[in-house]
């Protein structure tokens, strides 16, 4: 058995900008929502069978109250941000189990559900469809994978070493040094990429690595002045990478077997006629 849990936020921003505007007969945008829900049950179709999809029912988090500059939903597309909701509603109306977070995120929800499904022995693989790079914390060997559906690609174990140069329990630490403009937070001045993985790949975790450059042994630039912001920015660093570690203990599902998909709920011929009846935007 495999467990695909799929992040709905990322592709409801990824069709909106991919596909042309479509708005149903009352006016509203829907060409987004359409995209998405056509692309799940196709993989209904090629076989996939326990499914969920994890939804950002708002955009801030706990995150917010920890760091002021986390991202919010400001600056969203109108078109797109009334999607969101009719994003749930049409997921659900197909008979997908969805999990709108409010109080944590999707990838929060992606992460825990991870956890639980790889915990049943039924479970051959877990594949978390997202492309985003806070998600190869929770790749675990070959169990637990990450797939990016636009491009195809899988990533296990040994392909977050090659894309990150460190393992994935690593990946907080790293984001916390390099930071993810993404999520609104910086990093540490002077770590990038390189020095980061080069270092977090011999230490671990941020706590490990030693005050004392000389004590490093590892080949990176400006050594002495990159130990000496960590020393003094290390609290931040800490800060940082709670905000990059995701949730694993949210109680989603009590059984797989909830994930299964089973076909679609009473009223979704409606929904998928209102979907069929859309104008495309006149042109000009």
Request: contains cysteine; aromatic residues 8%.
């Amino acid at each position: 058995m495999e467990v695909h849990l799929i992040d709905g936020t990322y592709e409801l921003f990824r069709h909106y900008y991919a596909l042309p505007s479509a708005r149903d007969q009352e006016g509203r945008e829907v060409a987004a929502v359409r995209g998405v829900l056509g692309s799940i049950l196709g993989m209904t179709k090629a076989g996939v069978t326990h499914v969920a999809v994890a939804t950002d029912h708002v955009i801030e988090s706990f995150r917010n109250d920890l760091w002021p500059g986390y991202k919010t939903g400001d600056g969203i597309p109108p078109d797109l941000w009334s999607q969101f909701p009719l994003l749930e509603e049409a997921l659900l109306a197909a008979g997908f189990v969805v999990w709108p977070m409010v109080e944590f995120e999707a990838d929060d929800a992606l992460a825990s559900g991870s956890v639980l499904a790889a915990r049943d022995p039924r479970v051959d693989r877990v594949i978390i469809c997202t492309p985003d790079k806070d998600l190869a914390q929770c790749v675990r060997g070959g169990r637990v994978v990450q797939l990016n559906r636009r491009t195809r690609a899988t990533i296990d174990k040994g392909g977050v070493i090659q894309k990150f140069g460190v393992p994935p329990e690593s990946i907080p630490d790293y984001l916390a040094l390099v930071g993810d403009a993404a999520d609104g937070y910086p990093g540490l001045p002077g770590w990038g990429t390189k020095s980061s993985s080069a270092v977090l790949a011999k230490f671990g975790h941020i706590e490990s690595i030693p005050a004392d450059s000389r004590d490093w042994h590892v080949s990176v630039g400006n050594a002495g002045v990159l130990a000496a912001t960590l020393s003094r920015e290390r609290d931040q660093a800490l800060l940082f990478r709670r905000l990059a570690t995701l949730r694993t203990d949210i109680a989603l599902f009590d059984d797989v077997d909830q994930l299964r998909w089973r076909g679609s709920a009473p009223g979704f011929d409606a929904l998928a006629a209102r979907f069929d009846a859309v104008r495309a935007k006149p042109s000009g």
